[in-house]
């Protein structure tokens, strides 16, 4: 059984830095992609940055490029999120969830957060004075 747990989120100024870890657990293969997605209440949800485990391509939101970092350490089965410069825009709930297929992460990262496999119950970003 996959499992995705999430930690990390929390208060932060404007400006300021958070990194969010996603802990994977339970599939089969080690090749496997993982995104992180945001989403805040009454929004649609939003792939934020995606990560192929097989051969390390990342995918970002542009409007997140050169201030988030997505990153993975295989040997712990965990995957990061590194945000810095956070803004007002970037409050919201972010998610990690995973896929099987690497292949199709692009697709479901930037078009198709529902065709993701699974997900974890999320972690809260708040950006405030």
Known sequence: QVQ?????GGLVQPG?????????????SVYYG???????????????SCIST???TTYYKDSVKGRFTISRDNAKNTVY?????????DKDVY???GLKVPE???HRC???????????KGTRVTVSS
């Open 4 to 8: 995705l747990v999430e930690s990390g």
């Open 16 to 28: 300021g830095s958070l990194r969010l870890t996603c802990a994977v657990s339970g599939f089969i």
């Open 34 to 48: 993982i995104g992180w997605f945001r989403q805040a209440p009454g929004k649609e949800r939003e792939g934020v």
């Open 54 to 56: 097989s051969d390390g």
């Open 81 to 89: 999120l590194q945000m810095n410069s956070l803004q007002a825009e």
């Open 95 to 97: 998610y990690c969830a």
């Open 104 to 106: 199709l992460l692009q």
């Open 110 to 120: 930037m078009f198709r957060s529902d065709g993701m496999d699974y997900w974890g």
